[in-house]
């Protein structure tokens, strides 16, 4: 680019950023408005206000003994296999057709 051009471009950018009015341009407020949230304040009036009832002697009573249940009995193994080996050896063969 030639000089003349860089020089225009930079002159008319300056009159068209000085041809904006001050109130025209965006800014950053720093301090958002604050709402009141009246459920929250509701909340903490109602947690403030609780009391909890005391417990009784009666209500420790409800609680029963823990039995734990029998301990399973062992499984009782068949000392003699080969008879039912023999019994599933001369059942005959299923085919699917």
Do not use: C, H
Not at 30 to 51: P, R, S, T, W
């Amino acid at each position: 680019m030639s000089i003349a051009r860089i020089a225009i471009r930079s002159v008319a950018f300056k009159s068209a950023r000085a041809a904006v009015p001050a109130m025209a341009t965006r800014s950053f407020a720093g301090a958002a408005v604050m709402q009141k949230d009246v459920i929250q304040d509701l909340f903490i009036k109602e947690l403030k206000a609780y009391k909890p009832q005391a417990t009784s002697a009666a209500d420790d009573s409800v609680a029963k003994d823990l039995k734990l249940p029998a301990a399973p009995a062992v499984p009782q193994v068949d000392a003699d296999l080969s008879q039912q080996l023999a019994a599933y050896d001369a059942e005959p063969e299923e085919v699917a057709n």
